[in-house]
């Protein structure tokens, strides 16, 4: 009997043992913390750096979630991975991209609204005003900013210096007569050595991004009673204008979709080109002199807003709650005053633009000012059904004036008749 006893205490000591196993297993299993994927086309390198560092000290700070950040390429090799990732089930949580994708989101019934959710945060009040614009559709938010800026003309002073330019361009007329007095041949071959600036080159959002400021300068308007019209007075002389300054010698054209790239400025085989304040990061990295100056006019000031926003795809309540958190850190002035002052991005929020830090660092880059003060007249591109479409034949018709294939208003005729066709078949 006693070793009956025995054997029987035993067995209940095991199976105690088992049943005290499995229930540390089952915590241990519960305590794991919840992945969230992010796909993103943060450029340039060090950008993604700086955004991988502020990420780690997320995941740092949240033991129950853990965002995991991929790189998927720019926005023209992120569109159609992002469309096949939604139409086959298999989206990542969140995505960082350019606000027009909306309308084909909300198509798709992909991303998840926002507007219940950030109309009860305090965060709301804190987003600078201009870019609700840019987060809306049909007067529901869909996506929230993770930075903005706007385009400028980065120009090297010394090569203005030397080219005896002591005002800076305000008009078309005094871009085009920089532009003529900074193309030279310095070693007298017979051939140019440095030209006045760099043109964007392609057909993708980006090349339609840097030409809309002039568009929009010379009196254009995308959307003409709800509806796109591109074969206008301001368009064509647009075109026209930077085309005349490729046939002119005046400029040069960046490689396909590669217009972002500074190495033609850094190393002064051009004088002037058009970017933004995210390239400030890069820039101070080398021992180049640049300033910058506004968009010059044709008919009025223009500028339009830039930067992408962050979507929460339709998954499962769980991670799209979880996502919810991550926005409210992107959002947050402590993310969005680093997040500037490493990379050049303006901040979204109102008071990481007034903190002192943020202030400190304008008065150490004066350059910020530019971009700070054309957010005064700055615009949105169409947040649109089928704006995709307006985008892709719009470059297309800017690529074709480019190169010379057609003239500008060939070319958008073009456009127009193709676009048109697309379009009926839309709601």
Known sequence: ???????????????????????????????QPLKLTFWHGINPPPNREVFQKLLDQFNQQNSDIQVEAFYVGQSDQQLPKILTAVVGKQPPDLLWYTPQLTSQLVELDAIVPLENWLNNSPLKAEIIPSLFETMELDQKIYSIPFATNNTAIFYRPSLFEKAGIKTIPQTWKDLQQAAEKL?????????????????????????VFVWLPLMYSAGAELLQNNRPNLVQTGIIETLEFVSNLVKNNLAILSSPERGYELDNFINGKVAMQITGP??????????VDYSAFPIPKQRKLSAVLGGENLFVLKTTPQREKACLKFLEYILSEKFQTSWAIETGYLPINLKSQQSEEYQKFVEENPVLKIFI???????????????????????????????????????????QKRLELILQDLP
């Not at 704006?387 to 800017?398: M, T, V």
């Open 278 to 287: 995210w390239t400030l990061g890069q820039l101070n990295q080398t021992t």
């Open 1 to 31: 009997m006693t070793q009956l006893r025995f054997l029987k205490s035993c067995i209940c000591f095991i199976l105690i043992i088992f049943i005290l196993s499995s229930c540390s297993f089952k915590q241990a299993e519960q305590k």
């Open 183 to 207: 193309t030279k041949d310095l070693d007298g071959d017979g051939k140019i050595d440095q030209h006045g600036m760099l043109l964007s080159l392609g057909k993708e959002e980006w090349v």
């Open 373 to 415: 003060d054309q957010m005064a007249w700055v615009r949105s591109r169409p947040i649109m059904l089928g704006y995709n479409h307006l985008s892709e034949n719009l470059g297309r018709a800017i690529e074709s004036s480019l190169l010379g294939e057609q003239t500008p208003q060939e070319a958008l005729e073009t456009a």
